[in-house]
């Protein structure tokens, strides 16, 4: 076995060396949960799904951990809360909902572990407290903040120098900040903001920054040391620069993680990250409604992952196409066949999947042929990259899911069902269930055991 991964923390491909083969254990930056995610994330969760599959191939499945976190405390979440007129809980719940469905449309194992930040404050907490302790943090206007210039290596991740990072920051620095680049671990919360007792003797009540999130999870999770972090490139600083310093300063560690792994952008337009605040993108539903999973997929996976990906309508179809010649061909092919030596060497190449691709279609060649050999080990190695997950017939009968759930609209039917049915206006109530049901949304009721009252959850039944 050679696994051999692109370590940014050293700039190198290095051979793979887990700390413990038994137990693999890898990281990944997962989504802010506070509206559909787009296919520049999506991107992010194949290629580091992909980099699971290959890992359980080689170590077993049961001998790694993938623990994907999802940001559950974010300004951009409570800003869509207010806007709404919603609670916070209500958009993270949704949110998380939608992406689980589109992590699965795009077919993604379940992570190993899926941390939320809202399950990890007491962590976030004892982090701040054990870097006050050691001179790495400092209390200053009901902030916590951590003190660059503790930590000699600061900047060792994106390979810039302090003196540099600080010429380029911007000149409003707060004046509570002893040093320019220091950063927030904890902050003060406004009225309306979600809210925790603080850490550090501090009387108000605040909130973590996001950096410590990753570091409290990370740690609870994999340990103060573990193999492999992931993200998109975009998270090497500050997100990840900032992690790793707050991470290793308050376990004493030389690393956080021994390889450090980003995913290069997918463009909208040429040399353009595709975003939200940019306006240009595409979200997973829109691309699902017009496509199957596989073939999205496919079109995530055709560019190497540190590569930029331009997105184009002409790639997703021609990944549709070369998905209709792999499932006809290994339609019936026996499923005892073996993955192909060179789709395993090129994914054990640091993921190179257009290596990877290229195998296939010489298999898919072969298979053309007549070589039933050639066909089943297609199906094999094709299924180990995700893909040819469903029969021939499933593939040819694919319909979009069907328009997609307005779940505000649907949030807001619930609440004026619970309203009608506090003054027992059971006919209202009654008519509002019918209305659901006929959009094929079954509810559930049920009473919160600490305040009593009945809350409504709800699942989709097609
Ligand atoms: P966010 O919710 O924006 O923090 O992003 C979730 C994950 O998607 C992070 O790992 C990001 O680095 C990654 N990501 C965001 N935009 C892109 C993009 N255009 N291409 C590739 N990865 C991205
Ligand atoms: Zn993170």
């Known amino acids: 076995m050679s696994l051999q991964l692109y370590n940014t923390l050293t700039r190198k491909k290095e051979r793979f060396e887990p700390i413990d083969p038994t137990n693999v254990r890898m990281y990944a930056c997962g989504p802010t949960v506070y509206s559909y995610i787009h296919i520049g994330n999506g991107r992010m969760l194949v290629v580091f799904d992909l980099l699971f599959r290959v890992l359980r191939n080689a170590y077993g499945a049961g001998h790694v951990t993938y623990a994907r976190n999802i940001t559950d405390v974010d300004d951009k979440i409570n800003a869509r809360a207010a806007e709404e007129g919603v609670s916070i809980a209500k958009v993270t719940e949704r949110t998380t909902r939608q992406f689980h469905a589109d992590a699965a449309d795009l077919v993604c194992l379940p992570p190993t572990i899926e941390p939320r930040a809202t399950g990890h404050i007491d962590e ?9 302790a050691k001179g790495h943090a400092y209390v200053a206007a009901d902030h916590v903040l951590f003190s660059v210039p503790s930590m000699p290596d600061y900047g060792r991740l994106s390979n810039r120098s302090v003196e540099e990072m600080e010429a380029g920051a911007r000149v409003d620095v707060a004046p509570y900040k002893r040093s320019p680049m220091d950063f927030v671990l904890w902050k003060p919360s406004k009225s309306g903001e979600p809210a925790w007792a603080s850490p550090c003797g501090i009387v108000g009540a605040g909130r973590p920054g996001w950096h410590i999130e990753c570091s409290a999870m990370a740690g609870k999770h994999l340990g103060n040391v573990f193999d492999i972090h992931g993200g998109g490139i975009d998270l090497v600083f500050p997100h990840h620069e900032n992690e790793l310093a707050q991470s290793r300063c308050a376990h004493g560690t030389h690393v956080m993680a021994n390889v450090w792994m980003h995913n290069g952008f997918l463009e909208a ?31 995530l996976l055709s560019s190497h992952y540190r590569q930029p990906l331009p997105w184009t309508e002409r790639l997703v179809q021609e990944s549709r196409r070369t998905l209709d010649l792999w499932y006809e061909l290994a339609a019936d092919a026996d499923d005892h066949g073996e993955v192909a030596p060179d789709v395993i060497d090129a994914l054990e190449d640091d993921l190179n999947t257009p290596r990877a691709i290229g195998a296939l279609h010489a298999l898919r060649g072969e298979a053309a042929k007549g070589n ?67 959009m094929g949304i079954q509810l559930k009721d049920a009473k919160n055991k600490e305040t009593g009252e009945i809350e409504t959850s709800w699942e989709v039944k097609r």
Do not use: H, Y
């Open 269 to 299: 337009e040429a040399g353009e990250k595709m975003s939200k605040s940019l306006g240009n993108f595409i979200t997973v539903r829109e691309l699902l409604d017009q496509t199957p999973g596989e073939a999205g997929r496919l079109a």
């Open 124 to 132: 976030m907490k004892a982090l701040c407290e054990t870097l006050v």
């Open 372 to 438: 039933s050999a050639a066909r089943a080990n297609l199906k094999a190695s094709a299924r180990l990259m995700g893909f040819l997950q469903s029969s021939l017939e499933e593939w040819k009968t694919w319909r979009p899911a069907g328009v997609a759930i307005d779940e505000v609209m649907v949030d807001t039917l619930i609440t004026a069902r619970l309203d009608a049915r506090k003054r027992k206006d059971f006919k209202e109530s009654d008519r509002i269930r019918d209305e659901l049901a006929a």
